[in-house]
């Protein structure tokens, strides 16, 4: 649900930042009061990391009364489900080809694959779209052609702070239930979370949850000042993300043999964590991100 609920703010994004006044006032009320739910396509199978290889095209049609995209997007979350998508499209060669669209999900031309078997967010559909020469009118041209990869990295800059927040929740949750079980599991007659090598081991846990939830705060509370965020939001994605996979594995651990049943949450809570180092760039990316916010000028 957190992680539907941080892709629908993303598809948002464009539109709430670089949208008309007209744009917002007929479609933003509905979008924030979830009266529609909104997917964001931006990937594709051959364009992940390197957005700006993204091969979908948008046709400006001869009238002027819309685009014509064709072209495939893949790992949409939502995909087939959404009343809305937060569409790039190329309208012309080269990084600043690239356009953005509110496009409408029930356009003609439109069409999604089978969902995705994934390993975890079973509750999701994530498909890939295939655009078939489908026609998106014109004033659903978010900002100017051109403008959809800055448009891109702006609203994945303020999505990474909600899968950030997403990590730091699945950690806790994780730590939660660890510390439960070992306050009841005994050996040797004790608890087992009297003895110092897991008393330690829940000790690193929790000190990587608490640093990760005060890293995503800093950098969401840079956003809200209106003061340069990017690179905190990158080490935010990148320190929760992490602190979920390693704290998961390690609740799993904690649980021994019971953590790698479906008894108990903490299995699918590792399966979870996975995908948050993957999505909205890669941890790779991030770092990447990072190192070049330090470069100096």
């Keep these: 649900v957190a992680v539907a609920t941080s892709v629908h703010t993303l598809a948002c994004h464009p539109l709430h930042a670089f949208g008309t006044a007209g744009q917002k006032e007929r479609w933003l009320p509905e979008m924030l009061e979830g009266r529609t739910i909104g997917g964001y396509s931006l990937s594709e199978p051959q364009a992940g990391s390197d957005a700006a ?13 819309g685009y014509r995209i064709t072209g495939t997007k893949a790992w949409i979350t939502h995909g087939g489900k959404a009343d809305f998508y ?17 496009a409408p999900g029930t356009a003609e031309g439109l069409g999604f694959g089978a969902p995705e078997r994934k390993m975890g967010l079973q509750a999701v559909p994530t498909t890939s779209a295939y655009w078939d020469g489908a026609l998106v009118d014109a004033d659903r041209l978010v900002g100017d052609e051109g403008q959809g990869l800055q448009i891109a990295f702006s609203a994945l800059d303020s999505g990474r702070l909600g899968i950030a927040a997403c990590a730091t929740g699945l ?17 040797f007659g004790r608890r087992i ?20 939830r005060a890293t995503y705060l ?13 690179r905190q939001a990158s080490a935010a994605k990148l320190i929760a993300t992490d602190t979920a996979m390693k704290v998961t594995t390690d609740a799993v651990q904690v649980l021994g ?40 000028p």
């Design 193 to 212: 979370i009297d003895h110092q090598g897991l008393g330690f081991l829940l000790a690193d846990m929790a000190a990587a949850v608490d640093a990760a």
């Design 257 to 296: 043999g019971y953590g790698y049943t479906r008894d108990f949450p903490v299995e699918r809570y590792m399966r979870e964590a996975k995908i948050t180092q993957i999505f909205e760039g890669t941890n790779q990316i991030q770092r990447l991100v990072i190192s070049r916010g330090l470069a100096q």
């Design 53 to 65: 290889a993204l091969a979908c095209k948008a046709e400006r049609q001869e009238d002027g009364s």
């Design 171 to 187: 950690a806790q949750a994780a730590l939660d239930a660890a510390v439960a079980y070992a306050n009841e599991r005994t050996t």
């Design 218 to 230: 800093d950098a969401a509370r840079r956003r809200d000042l209106g003061r340069p965020f990017s």
């Design 86 to 102: 937060a569409l790039f499209a190329r309208t012309a060669p080269g990084s600043h080809g690239i356009s953005c669209f509110l």
